[in-house]
């Protein structure tokens, strides 16, 4: 299994303002993921954090609005950029492991409130 | 559109009865589902599985059902306990996808005393 920590828990921002969220696992995982979820909607994915490279954004999803690092295996970090009232939701980071390819480790999740 | 329906917002059940929450995927290609169960300030937490090549799961007091024919799936909680309260999200995956599961919008379970 992987514990995982998320900074800050909540925030609420100006818009056109960003926000850097920090996710951290207890140990190394394979695969880091970004979900946003809107109030009263599923558990959308934003983005694939990869190790060392770009990471890959899901569809309506891009690099500028949602930059991401992973500098390691075990650290990622999302930024909201720019943000506008819309930006508002619970952004949540996730991780697989070798041996649970299968299943997500959800971190705390970070709520986000933009004026 | 959504790939993963799950059409009950939420479900109201006594302690002690079952709970039954329902789940309808779209896409043929998934293979594997998953439940995960959501408390309030937390993420969510995998709670039981199932391959595409089985109809049943159990572990414990949770089971999980699945109709491919349907397109269908549920997850069942007997005995319902008040701890058992949360919103569960059904989640679908496919080996071409990575196994990066779509979820549904989920359900909020209250269990009353």
């Known amino acids: 299994s992987a514990v995982i920590s998320q900074k800050p828990s909540r925030d609420i921002c100006q818009r056109g303002t960003s926000l850097t969220i920090q996710c951290q696992v207890d140990?190394?995982?394979?695969?880091m993921f970004w979900y946003r979820q809107q109030p009263g909607q599923s558990l959308t994915l934003i983005a694939t954090?990869?190790?060392?490279?770009?990471?890959?954004?899901e569809s309506g999803f891009v690099i500028d609005k949602f930059p991401i690092s992973r500098p390691n295996l075990t650290f990622s970090t999302l930024t909201v950029s720019n943000m506008s009232p819309e930006d508002s939701s619970i952004y949540l980071c996730?991780?697989?492991?070798?041996?649970?390819?299968?299943?997500?480790?959800f971190g705390p999740g970070t709520r986000l409130t933009v004026l | 559109d959504q790939q993963v329906k799950q059409n009950s917002p939420s479900l109201s059940v006594q302690e002690g009865r079952i709970s039954i929450l329902n789940c309808d995927y779209t896409?043929?290609?998934?293979?594997?589902f998953l439940w995960y169960k959501k408390y309030p300030a937390e993420g969510p937490t995998f709670l039981i599985s199932?391959?595409?090549?089985?109809d049943k799961n159990e572990d414990g007091r949770f089971t999980v059902f699945l109709n491919k024919s349907a397109k269908h799936l549920s997850l069942h909680i007997v005995p319902s306990q008040p701890g058992d309260s949360a919103v569960y999200f059904c989640?679908?995956?496919?080996?071409?996808?990575?196994?990066?599961?779509?979820f549904g919008r989920g359900t909020s379970l209250i269990v009353h005393p």
């Open positions: 989640a679908a995956s496919a080996v071409g996808g990575s196994y990066i599961p779509t």
């Open positions: 140990s190394q995982v394979t695969m």
């Open positions: 896409n043929s290609m998934f293979d594997y």
């Open positions: 954090a990869n190790q060392g490279s770009e990471a890959t954004y």
């Open positions: 996730s991780a697989t492991t070798a041996s649970s390819y299968n299943e997500q480790f």
């Open positions: 199932i391959s595409s090549i089985k």
